[in-house]
T-cell receptor, first 113, second 116 residues
Framework: AQSVTQLGSHVSVSEGALVLLRCNYS??????LFWYVQYPNQGLQLLLK??????LVKGINGFEAEFKKSETSFHLTKPSAHMSDAAEYFC???????????FGGGTRLMVKP | NAGVTQTPKFQVLKTGQSMTLQCAQD?????MYWYRQDPGMGLRLIYY???????DKGEVPNGYNVSRLNKREFSLRLESAAPSQTSVYFC???????????????FGPGTRLTVT
């Protein structure tokens, strides 16, 4: 069975600072990996996904993530935080198209002016 | 396209009452899912349906039943609500069998359920 760990349930950065949200996974087979973003009182929106093509994945709103098999990690980064990035971010893993997603516990990102 | 829609948006139930959460998608997806979201626990899969006419249990199925009414609709029923079922419920859909680069799940806006 697969699992996902997101280190840090809350992360606070200043506007303009680097955003780094950590995600580690466990999977016995090559995984699909996803980052979703949830704005207050809304559903989940796909930010980016890794599906075995390039290991550096670019997503929407300037976010990117790098798949590192040796570290079983898929950390999310953004060079410069914006106030509008304040939201909850979820890392998720699936081992097969059509199979269930397993989510991490989520990281709430706060951006200070 | 509306994507994935859910009704109702909010619901308050008393312990022991029953209700059905409705979900519909207009993307012609084969697979549909029900998740619940609780603070600090991410989203956990309740039930899923890989195709019309099939349903399977997820991680936390106890206290719930589902019906895949047709390809578009997937409902979640609470027969006798309990306070532990207070949560936000999300429906999602995806295509099965597409190439890896295309696979993703699309989520509805959620239903906030409170059981008192």
């Amino acid at each position: 069975a697969q699992s996902v760990t997101q280190l840090g349930s809350h992360v606070s950065v200043s506007e303009g600072a680097l955003v780094l949200l950590r995600c580690n996974y466990s999977s016995s087979v090559p995984p699909y990996l996803f980052w979703y973003v949830q704005y207050p009182n809304q559903g989940l929106q796909l930010l980016l996904k890794y599906t075995s093509a390039a290991t550096l994945v670019k997503g929407i709103n300037g976010f990117e993530a790098e798949f590192k098999k040796s570290e079983t990690s898929f950390h999310l980064t953004k060079p410069s935080a914006h106030m509008s990035d304040a939201a909850e971010y979820f890392c998720a893993v699936s081992v097969d198209a059509g199979n269930m997603l397993t989510f991490g516990g989520g990281t709430r990102l706060m951006v200070k002016p | 396209n509306a994507g994935v829609t859910q009704t109702p948006k909010f619901q308050v139930l008393k312990t022991g009452q029953s209700m059905t959460l409705q979900c519909a998608q207009d993307m012609n997806h084969n697979s549909m899912y029900w998740y619940r979201q609780d603070p600090g626990m991410g989203l956990r899969l309740i039930y899923y349906s890989a195709s019309e006419g099939t349903t399977d249990k997820g991680e936390v199925p106890n206290g719930y039943n589902v019906s895949r009414l047709n390809k578009r609709e997937f409902s979640l029923r609470l027969e006798s609500a309990a306070p532990s079922q207070t949560s936000v419920y999300f429906c999602a859909s995806s295509e099965v069998g597409r190439d890896r680069a295309s696979y993703e799940q699309y989520f509805g806006p959620g239903t906030r359920l409170t059981v008192t």
